[in-house]
C-alpha cells in the first residue's frame, strides 16, 4: 500500500480503517425477531408424595404461558418501565455493543432507527417493551451491524483493485520464486549425506 509517497505491506488494518456510514445502512432486522414473542421456556413442578417419593411434572401450555406473562410484567415493574425512553434504550445498547470501529454517533443514529422501525412493524407505543427484551435487542443488532461491516470490508477490498487505488506492486518488496527455490536446493544439497559401500560387503 502507498500512502504519502511510502510503502506499506499490505494488512486487513487497511480494510478496517475503511471509512463508511453506519447510519445510512438498512437498520431492518431478520423477519424472525418478534419483541412481543418472547421465549417463555419451560415450568416444572416437583413436589413430595406422602410416601416419601418424589414427583415431577410438568405444566400445562396455558398454564405455563399465564406464567411467564405475569413473571415478565413483575419484571418489567421492578426494572422501572416509566424510566425507559428511546435515547437511554440508544444508550444502553450504546454501551453493550462492541463497535469501536463506528463513531458513537453513527452508531447511535443507526440505532434510533432500528427501534423506531420496529416500534412501526409492530405497533408498538411504548419504548419499554422493547427495553424488556433488550438483550435479545441486542444480540440481533450486532449481528446486523457484524452484517454491514463485513459487506464494507469487501467493497473496500473490491475498491483496491482498481488501477487509481493506492494498492501498488513494487519490485523492491517483490519475492523472485525462482531465485528462492534455487537458494532453498542449495541449502538442502549441502546437507544431504552420501553413503559410502564398505570394502567387503555382500
Do not use: C
Not at 417463555?40 to 400445562?60: H, N
Amino acid at each position: 500500500m502507498q500512502e504519502q509517497g511510502n510503502l506499506f505491506e499490505f494488512e486487513d488494518t487497511f480494510l478496517l480503517e475503511h471509512a463508511w456510514q453506519l447510519s445510512e445502512k438498512d437498520a431492518s432486522l431478520p423477519d424472525s425477531y418478534n419483541p412481543l414473542k418472547r421465549p417463555t421456556g419451560q415450568v416444572g413442578v416437583v413436589d413430595i408424595t406422602s410416601t416419601g417419593r418424589v414427583e415431577t411434572a410438568l405444566v400445562s401450555e396455558a398454564t405455563e404461558k399465564d406464567f411467564i406473562a405475569t413473571l415478565h410484567q413483575q419484571v418489567l415493574q421492578l426494572g422501572g418501565a416509566s424510566d425507559w425512553s428511546l435515547e437511554t434504550l440508544v444508550a444502553w445498547l450504546d454501551r453493550n455493543i462492541e463497535h469501536r470501529d463506528i463513531p458513537a454517533g453513527e452508531s447511535a443514529e443507526f440505532l434510533r432507527k432500528v427501534l423506531r422501525g420496529l416500534m412501526a412493524k409492530f405497533a408498538i407505543t411504548d419504548v419499554s417493551v422493547l427495553a424488556l427484551d433488550r438483550f435479545r435487542l441486542r444480540d440481533e443488532i450486532e449481528t446486523r451491524i457484524e452484517q454491514h461491516r463485513k459487506s464494507e470490508r469487501q467493497a473496500a477490498f473490491q475498491s483496491l483493485l482498481f488501477p487509481d487505488s493506492p494498492l501498488v506492486v513494487s519490485k523492491d518488496r517483490a519475492l523472485n520464486f525462482q531465485t528462492h527455490l534455487t537458494q532453498s536446493l542449495r541449502v538442502q544439497a549441502r546437507g544431504s549425506v552420501r553413503w559410502r559401500k564398505r570394502s567387503g560387503a555382500h
